[in-house]
């Protein structure tokens, strides 16, 4: 498929960029080339194959929610850089 000057410049307005006339040429034959790589791909027959959205089946890796018991408040305050009347103390995100 080949691609117009017209369609290049409509699509740099969209993209909301200037081109320069060597530019233009240059992308207008990127783009057909790029859009003939897909004709070849409409050419393959693909009657009889499901759509498929991955290729393998779907496992969860996660490990099992178990509970189990954390660490006391005091050991975790020792290893906290700043702390505050028994909370970790941050800097503030916004100011």
Do not use: C, W
Request: avoid cysteine.
């Amino acid at each position: 498929m080949s691609i117009d000057r017209e369609t290049v410049l409509h699509i740099a307005k969209l993209a909301r960029i200037a081109l320069t006339d060597d530019e233009i040429e240059l992308f207008r034959s990127q783009l057909s080339d790029i859009l003939g790589h897909f004709d070849v791909l409409d050419g393959i027959d693909t009657d009889g194959i499901e759509p498929t959205a991955q290729i393998l089946p779907l496992e969860n890796v996660f490990a099992p929610d178990v509970s189990r018991p954390s660490l006391p408040q005091a050991e975790v305050l020792k290893l906290a850089p700043l702390t505050d009347d028994g909370y970790l103390r941050v800097r503030a995100v916004l100011e």
